[in-house]
């Protein structure tokens, strides 16, 4: 989806609609504005629900200051004309009040950006803005300053964020992606000490792999490839709405009987990926004009190390990453479903899945079938897209269950006899 050919009142009404359905917002809470190219300013209402908007309510603010529409302009108007004014080379401001960044303001702390890779990627920097009157031009012009500075993101003391960007759904990617890594941070001081990476550590994981493969031509699609296209855009789209991952990070595989396979697409909205927008990859090439995941590299080695394995998912689901991110000890011996479908979870070196591909594709088999890398993600396996789905849902839930179990009490783990007992049970092997 290429949001440059949807109209600026659409485009606000569906980001709004996303960021209210993710419980980023409140039905009176946030604002979101773009500036086009004939210098009008796009903006959402005051006093309207944000969980019923529609394109008839977006207000246009014209440059001599007239208004279009049959709402008043959003309160927070002065500072979204603040930072167009500061900074010309911004199109889109979102300004929202998602639990866990009003966390870090109203104790007016930063988030970090160094607790897995692709923040650091997507958000380069942020800065704090001193509290001040809503709507107020003063706080217009707090914030206006700190965007004049060459910052994209602004924590606004007591009040939540501020993102400027190109376009509303490069802002709305840093914002998604803020609120991720925040809520991660909270969760994971939770459980133990956090290892955060060094700044540059994000550039261990840059590779250009997905962009040197050579095209070819598919001729045609057998039955088994559009199935599999089907069923893995269903799955993508109900791990987006589990937060399992975020807007363009997260790739899905599936091998397909002839040795090739079908992955997620390299820096594409998966909230609104289609059929044919997933990439069959077929003898180290990939289909003509599109890119794969830069993760295309590992999932190639894993799938030639086991004939086993047809499906590989490599997400990011926040309780379980609060694992990956800290000291703490993910062990999933807790009910006998997480025991019996992760089995003993390994965990990697960070960096290691781009640095050690071959060695990373040995982790996996039958009998262990998913991995946490420390400060990267997790990846799980199965023979099937829904056995690999399935795993990833409990292995989330676990680390969720794990998580919240210590507000209550000591965990009592499923001991080695009660172990022994499920692998006879249910035929597991070592």
């Known amino acids: 989806m290429n949001i440059q050919y949807i109209h600026p009142a659409d485009q606000l009404v ?13 039905t009176s809470g946030g604002n979101l504005s773009i500036l086009d190219d004939d210098g009008n300013i796009w903006i959402t209402p005051a006093s309207v629900d944000k969980g019923t908007l529609t394109r008839q309510d977006i207000i246009c603010v014209k440059p001599d200051g007239t208004t279009i529409g049959p709402h008043r302009p959003s309160s927070e108007f002065p500072f979204h004309a603040a930072v167009y004014k500061m900074r010309p080379d911004l199109k889109a401001v979102l300004h929202a009040h998602p639990p866990a960044l009003v966390a870090f303001s109203i104790v007016r702390q930063l988030p970090d950006l160094d607790l897995i890779p692709s923040v650091r990627k997507v958000c380069q920097s942020i800065e704090i803005a001193p509290y001040d009157v809503p709507g107020s031009d003063a706080l217009g012009e707090k914030i206006g300053a700190c965007f004049a500075d060459g910052g994209d993101i602004v924590m606004l003391e007591n009040h939540g964020i501020c993102i400027g960007a190109p376009d509303m759904f490069t802002a709305f990617q840093r914002f998604e992606t803020l609120d991720y890594s925040a809520n991660l941070e909270i969760l994971a001081k939770r459980i133990g000490k956090i290892n955060k990476l060094p700044e540059n550590a994000y550039r261990i994981t840059e590779t250009t792999t997905h962009l040197k493969m050579d095209d070819f031509i598919p001729h045609s699609h057998s039955s088994e490839e559009l199935a599999a296209r089907r069923d893995m855009i269903t799955f993508i789209r109900r791990s987006y709405k589990q937060g399992l991952f975020t807007a363009t990070h997260g790739t899905y595989s599936v091998r397909l009987s002839d040795g090739s396979f079908l992955i997620t697409p390299f820096g594409q909205d998966r909230a609104y990926l289609e059929e044919d927008d997933l990439v069959r ?3 180290g090439m990939k289909e003509q004009g599109k890119t794969p995941s830069r993760a295309v590299g590992l999932h190639q080695k894993i799938y030639e190390n086991s004939p086993d394995i047809h499906a590989i998912l490599l997400a990011h689901p926040v309780h379980a990453m609060a694992f990956a991110i800290t000291d703490a000890v993910f062990d999933p011996r807790t009910i006998p479903e997480s025991y019996i479908l992760l089995r003993d979870v390994k965990r990697l070196p960070y960096g290691e899945i781009y640095t050690n591909q071959d060695k990373t594709a040995k982790e996996f ?5 998913a991995v946490m890398v420390n400060n990267e993600c997790v990846i799980v396996t199965g023979n099937s897209l829904l056995q690999a789905f399935d795993r990833l849902e409990v292995m989330e839930s676990t680390a969720h269950s794990i998580i919240n179990s210590g507000a209550i009490g000591k965990i009592v783990h499923i001991s080695k006899e009660e172990v022994d007992d499920l692998k006879v049970a249910f035929n597991l092997k070592d």
């Not at 709004?16 to 359905?21: A, E, K, L, N, S």
């Not at 088999?365 to 079938?369: E, K």
Request: charged share 20%.
């Open 281 to 283: 990859v077929k003898a």
């Open 365 to 369: 088999s039958l009998v262990n079938p």
């Open 14 to 26: 569906m980001f709004m609609q996303r960021i209210y359905d993710k419980g980023m917002t409140t």
